[in-house]
Nanobody, 123 residues
């Protein structure tokens, strides 16, 4: 059974930092690309960042230069380091995994999702 469990969310002031973690089990982690998405209240879920099996990274324009995605294959974990946080970053953040190569900005390529972790940035 595949499981993805996010952690690290919380309340932070604007300009602060948080690091999200997504621990996975039930599959060979190194064989899968991983992505982070977020959903703010009243909005659709949107792509944030992704990392391929080989370690190539992809970012939404809104977070480029502020967020960093990384993976630790021996720990079966993907991270999202979020710096210079803004109130508009407030959302539930989800991690997801996919066996596909490419198309990482699209929700449809991901086959397993975590339950989400809340990030709230106060102004």
């Amino acid at each position: 059974q595949v499981q993805l469990v996010e952690s690290g969310g919380g309340l932070v002031q604007a300009g602060g930092s948080l690091r999200l973690s997504c621990a996975t089990s039930g599959r060979t982690f190194s064989s899968y690309a991983m992505g982070w998405f977020r959903q703010a209240p009243g909005k659709e879920r949107e792509f944030v960042a992704a990392i391929s099996r080989s370690g190539s990274t992809y970012y939404a324009d809104s977070v480029k230069g502020r967020f960093t995605i990384s993976r630790d294959n021996p720990k079966n974990t993907v991270y999202l380091q979020m710096n210079s946080l803004k109130p508009e970053d407030t959302a539930v953040y989800y991690c997801a995994s996919t066996y596909y190569s490419g198309g990482y900005t699209q929700e449809g390529v991901y086959d397993h999702w975590g339950q989400g972790t809340q990030v709230t940035v106060s102004s």
